[in-house]
């Protein structure tokens, strides 16, 4: 719980309201209109073929969004805070907990029955500056071990699976392919290892995942992250390290379809398997390369995209779940900038389900079928 008492009652207060409004959303708002009735929602194919569906929320959107509240509730057995489990937000200060936003998406999984994934303990691009300025002037492991302390145990009901180092490889830099983040910076090569035993001491049955993207395309800084990670995953190995799996990132894009291989997909994740690792396709979405063919073109190949990538992934039995980085195009990271209206996720703005979704749905029943 917080430390301060009135942040804990502030905390308790919006749990109360977000389970409230939870339930009047999933009540008020109609199902997805146009999915045929009697067509099996994503975790419901994902179910019946041994898997789980999710997508990443914001705590604001889920709280201001009845309509986004009852598609998750229909469409994921899994919810990945975008944001809220992110040390930049958990503890802004040293000492000074915020958990309110990731109580929030807690309770609104609980309410509606689904689990929540741990995103992301280490992430370079979420630093507090206090914890910056520890690591670059005095490296103090306690400052890692007191978060992990404090965010795990609070959301072990609720989350089954975390990333425990989110991003540790970056090309170009090192002969390991280590990034040169300020984690490494400070404790050297071995913090990947000392990080998953304290998330191990913290979360005892929680399933432990390095979180990693670029890693499915014929591009040769991909081919040299592949190989770099599996190095780097069988020495964890090797060492003793609590390494349960990888999460996938899969953020494809449109641009680089060209160099996407079935084989180097499909051989990738047998090497993962075969180091007894679970694979999570964790934050799947498309950006487009061409906003200005018709919608109909445009909603294919985003659809034949995701089809060709989930066909080999599912293909594989350590893959055990796919989240989606979002569930409609109305709240998507890509959609900014150059990329506003990017049509990357299941849903559309209006929450119609595009073919994309058919494709995510169809993938996971081929997979029951190939079982
Ligand atoms: O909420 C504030 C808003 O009040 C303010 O007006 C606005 C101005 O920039 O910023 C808003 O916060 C932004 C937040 O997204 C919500 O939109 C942050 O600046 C921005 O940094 C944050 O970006 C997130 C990013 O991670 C960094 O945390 C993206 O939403 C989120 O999709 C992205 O997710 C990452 C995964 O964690 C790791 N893999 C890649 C993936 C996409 O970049």
């Not at 349960?244 to 894009?253: K, M, R, W």
Request: net charge neutral.
């Amino acid at each position: 719980m917080p430390d301060d008492p009135a942040l804990a009652a502030t905390d308790a207060r919006k749990a109360a309201f977000s389970r409230r409004s939870v339930l009047a959303g999933v009540a008020a708002v109609p199902l997805v209109a146009a999915v045929p009735v009697g067509s099996p929602t994503l975790q419901e194919a994902a179910g019946r073929a041994g898997m789980l569906f999710g997508a990443a929320m914001r705590a604001n959107v889920i709280a201001s969004d009845a309509a986004l509240r009852t598609a998750v509730a229909r469409e994921c057995g899994v919810i990945t805070p975008e944001l809220e489990l992110k040390w930049a937000w958990i503890e802004p200060q040293q000492g000074r907990f915020v958990f309110r936003d990731a109580d929030r998406i807690a309770a609104f999984a609980s309410t509606t029955g689904k689990t929540m994934h741990g995103h992301a303990l280490l992430w370079h691009q979420s630093i507090p500056p206090w914890v910056a300025q520890v690591l670059a002037d005095r490296p103090d492991w306690t400052i890692m071990r007191r978060f992990m302390a404090a965010v795990m145990p609070r959301y072990a009901a609720t989350v089954r699976t975390w990333d425990v180092v989110n991003e540790p490889m970056e090309m170009g830099h090192r002969m390991d392919g280590l990034r040169p983040s300020p984690f490494l910076q400070a404790f050297g090569p071995d913090y990947i290892h000392r990080a998953l035993d304290e998330a191990r001491q913290a979360a005892p049955r929680a399933t432990l995942f390095i979180n990693e993207y670029g890693l499915s395309h014929d591009l040769p800084w991909q081919r040299d992250k592949r190989y770099l990670l599996l190095k780097l995953l069988e020495g964890l190995k090797r060492a003793g390290a609590p390494v349960d799996g990888v999460g996938i990132q899969a953020h494809l894009e449109l641009v680089d379809q060209s160099s996407f291989r079935e084989r180097v997909l499909a051989d990738f994740l047998d090497e993962l398997g075969n180091l007894g690792l679970q694979v999570r396709i964790s934050e799947l979405d498309v950006k487009e390369a061409d906003l200005t063919a018709t919608v109909p073109v445009r909603d294919r190949r985003v659809a034949d995209a995701v089809g060709a990538y989930l066909d080999v992934a599912l293909d594989n039995r350590a893959v055990g779940s796919v989240t989606c980085w979002g569930l409609t195009d109305r709240y998507s990271w890509l959609d900014e900038g150059r990329n506003v209206g990017n049509r990357g996720l299941p849903l559309d703005r209006d929450f119609v389900p595009k073919p994309v979704y058919d494709a995510i749905r169809r993938a996971f029943e081929r997979r029951l079928v190939n079982d």
